[in-house]
């Protein structure tokens, strides 16, 4: 009887994936896409916020990205997943973006990060209290600062790497690299960050 | 591979560690990389310092929480792509 009971039950519907929706975009569903929109918009920030280094290029760069993907979907031909071919687009944006920008020192009065986020730090020898959140502030302002400083293209590498979490294979392929290309990158951008983060390391 | 984890394991040579470190710190972890790389830094400070110092930063990029994205930024992106869906 309780099992009668637990198969009436529906089971909760699987999120429809990425590809599946690109194809309904591509017949024409803008349902759909905005679908894909909701599902990345905070991981695209994220890439845009950090490589860009200040909220309002970050979010030119975010309606960029998604405006091109949107008019170069049809083009999509499902040769990577959709997120590598998304995150390519909001790369390439922001380093042209920066590019372009010339090398005009912008001080970001923009509060970096969430305060919510502040208790998932972890700093060794320092107990939890207010020496501690400020510690973690502290070290997070330093390190948004030193990415902002390196080269595009180390930054880019490091970003998608360290701070978004991909593999070197999927950076390698957002950025059209080999992967040795990418582990040399990353390993020199780390070396950059070390000197700069020296005092917190 | 056979040859990298035999330089790994015999070298003493501090430039040559380094690398290995790259190759350790870029996804290459071996256990016999990651041994070779232990015991020089045992008899090495700079390179300890160095692996030590590179992990750290690896652990606090990775801890690193996603920024939030500040709603006018949302709501922002959500114009222009209404805008560019529905235009007709």
Avoid at chain 1, 10 to 22: G, T, Y
Avoid at chain 1, 166 to 173: G, M, P, Y
């Amino acid at each position: 009887m309780l099992e009668n009971k637990q198969l009436a039950v529906a089971a909760p519907a699987l999120p429809v994936p990425d590809d599946e929706l690109v194809k309904r975009v591509q017949a024409g569903n803008s349902e759909a896409f905005e679908e894909l929109v909701r599902r990345y918009e905070r991981k695209v920030y994220n890439i845009t916020y950090r490589l860009m280094g200040n909220e309002q290029d970050a979010s030119e760069a975010l309606q960029d990205a998604f405006l091109r993907a949107y008019r170069f979907i049809g083009k999509f031909q499902f040769k990577s997943s959709f997120f590598t071919w998304l995150y390519r687009i909001a790369t390439n944006v922001s380093l042209s973006k920066l590019r372009k920008r010339e090398k005009v020192d912008i001080v970001s009065i923009d509060q970096p990060v969430n305060e919510a986020g502040d208790l998932a730090f972890e700093i060794p020898d320092v107990k939890y209290g207010p020496e501690k959140l400020m510690k973690q502030r502290e070290l997070r302002a330093a390190l948004q600062k030193a990415v902002d400083e390196l080269e595009p293209d180390y930054r880019s590498v490091v970003v998608l790497r360290d701070l978004e979490g991909l593999s070197n294979e999927e950076v390698s392929k957002v950025l059209a690299l080999s992967v040795a290309a990418v582990k040399s990158r990353l390993h020199r951008g780390r070396l950059v960050l070390r000197e700069k983060l020296a005092h917190y390391l | 591979m056979m040859k990298r984890k035999k330089q790994a394991t015999e070298c003493h040579d501090c430039g040559e560690v380094r690398e290995l470190i790259a190759q350790y710190m870029g996804g290459d972890e071996d256990n016999e990389l990651a041994r070779a790389l232990l015991l020089h830094a045992q008899s090495c400070t700079d390179c300890a310092r160095l692996l030590h110092s590179l992990k750290r930063l690896v652990d606090y990029c990775h801890l690193e929480p996603n920024c939030e994205m500040p709603v006018t930024v949302r709501r922002e992106l959500w114009v222009i792509i209404r805008r560019e869906l529905y235009a007709d």
